[in-house]
């Protein structure tokens, strides 16, 4: 089985190893080869997106079995692209013309959602005592990303090191459960259970 995923940048890069890891715990004998696109910024839409995963799904010398695109809510333009996770899955379905073997996910509003629910962890690196600034770290908006709030922490925290996602977002990640941070960010949990579900693993209830 061979699932490309599509992601924006070098911060979902850093949660590929994780997540190989974690599926790693749950497909015994039925692990997946995972390949990961990367654009350095916004996914590609519309007709390009689609163009893409034709191209990869019919690859002559490895064709991919599935395709998962996982986009940002936020993607900075003005006005959105996206107001949601579901318009952005929606959206790029879409543009796909419904072709079954890809998957569309998004992070609601950006990946550093899901690294909120490791809010000890994130102290720890940047040297802070601040609370967790959300209780639902997907619950957020346009005008202050999780991807913002981590900054912050880590500019005001006592190590005075700037949040590079590249290299924090898989020290955050380390040795960690996903499932601690899929039971509080639903589309992590949807992701998750879409490459389960592609694997014929169990899902996540």
């Avoid at 992601?7 to 190893?17: L, Q, Y």
């Avoid at 715990?25 to 390009?48: I, K, Q, V």
Wanted: aromatic content about 6%; charged content about 30%.
């Amino acid at each position: 089985m061979r699932i490309a995923i599509l992601v924006e940048g070098k911060t979902e890069r850093a949660f590929i190893p994780h997540l190989r890891k974690f599926l790693d715990t749950r497909l015994a004998g039925r692990m997946p080869r995972l390949d990961c696109n990367s654009f350095d910024g916004r996914l590609p839409t519309r007709d390009r997106l689609r163009r893409i995963v034709k191209r990869l799904l019919t690859d002559h010398r490895q064709p991919a079995d599935a395709v998962i695109a996982l986009t940002d809510v936020y993607t900075g333009t003005n006005p959105p692209e996206f107001t949601t996770a579901a318009v952005a899955k929606d959206k790029m379905t879409q543009w796909v013309r419904g072709e079954p073997r890809f998957h569309a996910a998004a992070a609601q509003h950006d990946f550093e959602a899901w690294l909120l629910p490791y809010w000890e962890e994130i102290k720890r690196l940047a040297g802070s005592n601040r609370d967790d600034p959300a209780r639902a770290p997907e619950d957020v908006n346009h005008h202050q990303p999780p991807s913002a709030r981590i900054s912050e922490v880590f500019r005001t925290g006592t190590k005075k090191r700037a949040y590079i996602k590249a290299r924090d977002a898989g020290r955050i990640l380390k040795d960690k459960d996903l499932t601690v941070a899929a039971d509080r960010c639903p589309e992590l949990k949807s992701f998750l259970n879409t490459v389960l579900k592609i694997c014929g693993g169990s899902l996540i209830p």
